[in-house]
């Protein structure tokens, strides 16, 4: 066994770790520091928990120029580092590059002149990362070999900004705070693809329960689609569905057989199910009221408490809602509790797959800090 490599994280200053100050940007006095929300204690868990250094990598734009003098950049930046160490923060290198953007200086961000010394084989950069708060620190991700962390008050706009950069970058993580970064980090991403395919159908799941309600579902069956499509969305996990199923026979096969695959990769995405809520229940929807009450804790039960009327609702027989619950919860390995009153029968069946959704959210939620199974047997 050879010796295991370094890893880094690669932090950005400004933005990222404290306040970029507005209008000017330069953080040159003691009165515009301001750290960013919740950065203490997950920088702090961090450095406890997982073997990364921690390097800063900051453009500080003609630092040491009459337009940002140094006397005016040390106290604050002085005071951020004292600060930080006092809550266990230590950074183990610390890289600023003076010039301003029209020097072109290689050491300049997104360049990667500052950071040579960890481009070499001591360090595992792709298992590293920078975290930053620009498209600029993802590029230097990009330049490095290394993984992005974007951190971004919201995660609405970040699609179309990342589109309209003129380099093609992926973050591995668009976070909208440090408790998703060191969820990210210390548990990594709950995320499974299930390709199932017989002679009836074939079909493609992926699923990534950390994701942000981005779904792409087509199924062959509209109806279906647009069910499917709550379950990614109102639970937040990005879900990609593709069916090629006999639907020349009928629907039957192409909904159970989808039902098998998202529940198989429920399960697999879920994994040892550490530190995860467990339970989950809902009740809304316009004129009817739906509920759905799950629980992941290993063992498949349906109850179903639903009546429809019409033999349809658009192109999905409603005899088949049954079926797809049961065969998701067998495949899933989760007890699942449904109930819908009401008339409409469009609301009622929408109801129940946003309340399922719903569920799915609260039963995923994770928390770092209590990382333990939800259970007093040791297993789930
Ligand atoms: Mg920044």
Redesign the pocket.
Known sequence: MGERKKRALFI?????LVK?PPVDYQLDSLEKLEFVPRVMRNLYFIRQRLDFEFVMVTNQDGLGTPSFPEETFWPAHNLMLKTLAGEGIVFDDIRIDPSLPEENSPNRKPRTGMLTRYMTDEYDLANSFVI???LT?MELARNLGAKGIWLRPSLEGAEEELKAYPVALSPALIAEDWDRIAEFLFAGERRAIVRRATKETDIYVDWNLDGTGKTEIATGLGFFDHMLEQIGKHSGTDLTIRVKGDLNVDEHHTIEDTAIALGEALLQALGDKRGIERYGYCLPMDDCLCGVALDFGGRPWLVWDAEFRREKVGDMPTEMFLHFFKSLSDAARMNLNIRAEGTNEHHKIEGIFKALARSIKMAIRRDIYKYELPSTKGML
Do not use: V
């Open positions: 950005d200053r400004d933005g990222t970029e930053g708060d620009r620190d």
